[in-house]
C-alpha cells in the first residue's frame, strides 16, 4: 500500500463487515468508516478542496474523527491535527500557519470554538444557536455519494502536517507524505507482528503521531481500534480491556505511572493482552521493571521516535529486555538506519555519546514553510533528532538525554535522566522531573520536582539517602519540590517548559 | 452540604479554570467531558480530598460515579462520612 486511506479501503475490501472501531457502546465496521470518509471527501471537494490543500482537524478521538482523517486523505488534502483543547487563538495560528481552507470540529469542540474565520464542517451533537460564522453541519454528508472519490494521489505528495512544539518559539509543522506514513506503518506492523486478530486500546489521542499509528497499523492489517478518551479513570479503561477483549495497549510513561501507582492494573488480570507498547519519552527503568513483573505474560515492547520520523526509528524486543538490555530503546525499526555523530556529522565510535540520527523512508519531508530550521535538522547524513545516545557492541542503542535538556554542572554534563531514573527508583516517588537552575558558582544546578508515592508517609531525608548512596555529589539536586501532580503535555509528557517558567518567575519574584 | 460544594468547586475553579472564561460550573457537569480535568487533573482533586476531608481514595474508588461531577464527589464523600 502506498496511501495511507489505502488501509482503511484495502480492510473494507478483504472484510467489509468486520468491526473496526469500538466506542462507548457503538461499533463501526469497516465499510461504514468507509462510506463515511468517501462522503467526507466529497463534500470537502464539494466545499472547493484542492489537491495539497490543508484541513484542520480540532476533534476528539470518535469514528467522526477516523472518517475525517481518511476523507481528508482520499479528497487529496493534507490533514492538520491538533489538540481538541486548543483554544480559539491557538486555531487562528494554526488556520493561519497551515493556510487552511476548511475545519472540521466535533460537536464538542465546536461549543468552545467561537468565531473562525474559514468554511468549519461540525460534527454531531451541536445544537442550535452556533456562533461560528460559516457552519457546515454534519448532516450534509447525508446527500454526498459513497463511492471512492477518484482523485489521483502520489506517495510523494503530503499526508499530513503534524505540529511539534520546541524548547523555544513558535510550534513547527512538520511534513509527512504517505510515503513517510505507509513505510512507517509497514515497520511498525511487522515488529509488532499485528494481524487482523490483533485490538487496541486507544487512549492516545490521534493526533499525536503516537496515537495515530494505533490507528493506521490496526486499519491496515484489518484489527480493531477500542477508542477511551478517559484515562482519567484508569480503572475504567481498565476494565473496558477486559470487557472488550483487546491484545494490545500503548502508553506514555505518566500512562504506566498512574496505572502502575494509581489504578487496578497490578491487581487485574487481562489474559488477552498479548503486548504493551511504550514510547513518548524515556520511562526510568525502575518501573519499566515492575511493569514487567506485574504481567509477566505480556511482552513489553520498548520504543522510541520522533514527530520527524512519522513517529517510530527503534523497538526494543521484548526478550532482550528481559534478559540483558533493560535501559536501551533498541534497534532501528525494519528500513531505518541509526547512527551516532558529532556535530559535525562524523560517525563515531561504539559506546562513545553523540547526536542520534537516522536515515529511512519515514524521514519528514521538511518543516512548514521553514527551510532555515529544516535546514538545521535535515542534514546530507539523516534527520538529527536532538537526542544524545551511544550504540553498544551489538548495535543496541542507549539514550543519554535530550540534547538540549543536559545539565552542566561545574564543568560536567549531566543528564537529568540519570538523576530522574535514581528518584523513581527509590520507591518513594510516583513521578519525577529535574531540570537546570542557573547558579554562579556552578553555572547549573540540578532542581528537583518529585509527585511523592503517599505524601502522608513520603519524608525527603530518606530520599536524598538514597540518591547519596547512588549518585556523585554534584547530581544531587540543590533544591526540591514536592507536587502533588506534574504538568503534563496533551500527550501525556512531563511538560518541562511549564516548570521551567514555574522556576523563572520565582527566582525573578524572589 | 453547600459548604462542601463551595469548597470543591473553588478549588477546581482555582487549579482547573482559572482565567478561562469559557467555562462554566455546574454541580451535574461531567469534569472529564467538559474538559475541565484530565487524568493529572483527577490525581490533584482526590489528593485535596484526602488532606482536607483525612480520608483515604483507595486505588478501586477512583471511578467515574464517584469523581465524574461535583454531585458525584459529594456522594462519595458522604459514603466516606463526610458531612
Known amino acids: 500500500m502506498h496511501l495511507v486511506h489505502e488501509f482503511l479501503e484495502s480492510s473494507c475490501a478483504t472484510h467489509p463487515e468486520k468491526t473496526a472501531l469500538l466506542h462507548g457502546g457503538q461499533f463501526y465496521t469497516f465499510s461504514q468508516i468507509n462510506r463515511l470518509s468517501n462522503k467526507l471527501a466529497h463534500l470537502l471537494s464539494a466545499q472547493g478542496l484542492k489537491k495539497g490543500d490543508r484541513v484542520l482537524v480540532i476533534m476528539e478521538n470518535s469514528s467522526e474523527n477516523v472518517a475525517s482523517y481518511y476523507g481528508i486523505l482520499k479528497a487529496g488534502g493534507v490533514s492538520v491535527e491538533i489538540h481538541e483543547r486548543s483554544t480559539p487563538s491557538e486555531a487562528s495560528y494554526y488556520i493561519q500557519n497551515s493556510g487552511a481552507k476548511i475545519c472540521i470540529l466535533s460537536g464538542l469542540t465546536a461549543k468552545r470554538l467561537h468565531g473562525l474565520d474559514i468554511p468549519v464542517i461540525i460534527g454531531a451533537g451541536l445544537h442550535t444557536d452556533d456562533p461560528l460564522k460559516k457552519h457546515i453541519p454534519w448532516s450534509d454528508l447525508d446527500s454526498m455519494p459513497d463511492r471512492d472519490p477518484s482523485v489521483t494521489i502520489e506517495e510523494n505528495e503530503l499526508a499530513a502536517i503534524v505540529y511539534t512544539s520546541g524548547s523555544t518559539g513558535a510550534p513547527k509543522g512538520v511534513m509527512l507524505s504517505h510515503k513517510n506514513l505507509c513505510s512507517n506503518t509497514a515497520s511498525i506492523v511487522s515488529y509488532l507482528g499485528l494481524t487482523e486478530t490483533d485490538r487496541i486500546m486507544a487512549v492516545l489521542p490521534f493526533y499525536y503521531v503516537y496515537g495515530k499509528t494505533l490507528l493506521n497499523t490496526h486499519f491496515m492489517v484489518g484489527g480493531s481500534v477500542v477508542i477511551n478518551n478517559r484515562f482519567a479513570f484508569p480503572n475504567a479503561v481498565i476494565k473496558e480491556m477486559v470487557d472488550k477483549e483487546v491484545t494490545g495497549f500503548a502508553g506514555v510513561p505518566s500512562t504506566f505511572a498512574i496505572l502502575m501507582n494509581r489504578s487496578i492494573f497490578t491487581k487485574t488480570a487481562i489474559p488477552t493482552l498479548r503486548y504493551v507498547t511504550q514510547a513518548g519519552g524515556a520511562m526510568a527503568p525502575a518501573l519499566t521493571k515492575r511493569l514487567i513483573e506485574h504481567h509477566g505474560n505480556t511482552s513489553l515492547f520498548i520504543m522510541y521516535g520522533a514527530t520527524e520520523a512519522s513517529a517510530r526509528l527503534t523497538y526494543l524486543p521484548p526478550e532482550r529486555l528481559v534478559s540483558d538490555k533493560l535501559g536501551s530503546i533498541g534497534i532501528p525499526i525494519p528500513d531505518v538506519q541509526i547512527t551516532i555523530r558529532d556535530d559535525a556529522g562524523k560517525e563515531l565510535k561504539l559506546n562513545e555519546v553523540g547526536n542520534i540520527c537516522a536515515t529511512g523512508p519515514n524521514i519528514m519531508q521538511g518543516y512548514w514553510q521553514d527551510l532555515e530550521e529544516t535546514s538545521k535538522y535535515l542534514k546530507p547524513w539523516g534527520l538529527v533528532t536532538g537526542d544524545l545516545g551511544h550504540k553498544d557492541e551489538e548495535g543496541f542503542i542507549f539514550l543519554t538525554g535530550r540534547k538540549k535538556e543536559m545539565l552542566k554542572i561545574g564543568g560536567e554534563r549531566v543528564s537529568p535522566k540519570e538523576i530522574e531514573d535514581v528518584i523513581i527508583a527509590s520507591g518513594l516517588v510516583h513521578e519525577s522531573s529535574v531540570i537546570g537552575r542557573p547558579d554562579e558558582l556552578l553555572s547549573e544546578v540540578p532542581v528537583a520536582y518529585i509527585v511523592p508515592m503517599d505524601e502522608k508517609t513520603f519524608k525527603l531525608e530518606d530520599l536524598k539517602a538514597f540518591l547519596a548512596e547512588r549518585l556523585a555529589g554534584h547530581k544531587h539536586p540543590a533544591y526540591w519540590y514536592l507536587r502533588k501532580a506534574m504538568p503534563k503535555k496533551p500527550s501525556g509528557k512531563i511538560d518541562k517548559e511549564t516548570l521551567k517558567n514555574e522556576l523563572l518567575h520565582e527566582m525573578h519574584t524572589a | ?83
Request: proline residues 2%; without cysteine; negative net charge.
Open chain 2, 1 to 83: 452540604m453547600s459548604e462542601i460544594i463551595s469548597v470543591i468547586t473553588e478549588f477546581i475553579r482555582e487549579n482547573f479554570i482559572a482565567g478561562r472564561s469559557d467555562v462554566t460550573l455546574d454541580p451535574d457537569q461531567s469534569l472529564i467531558e467538559s474538559g475541565i480535568m484530565d487524568s493529572t487533573g483527577v490525581l490533584e482533586l482526590v489528593e485535596f480530598l484526602e488532606s482536607t476531608y483525612v480520608i483515604r481514595v483507595e486505588d478501586e474508588e477512583l471511578v467515574p460515579e464517584n469523581l465524574e461531577t461535583i454531585n458525584n464527589i459529594l456522594k462519595f464523600l458522604q459514603t466516606k462520612g463526610v458531612s
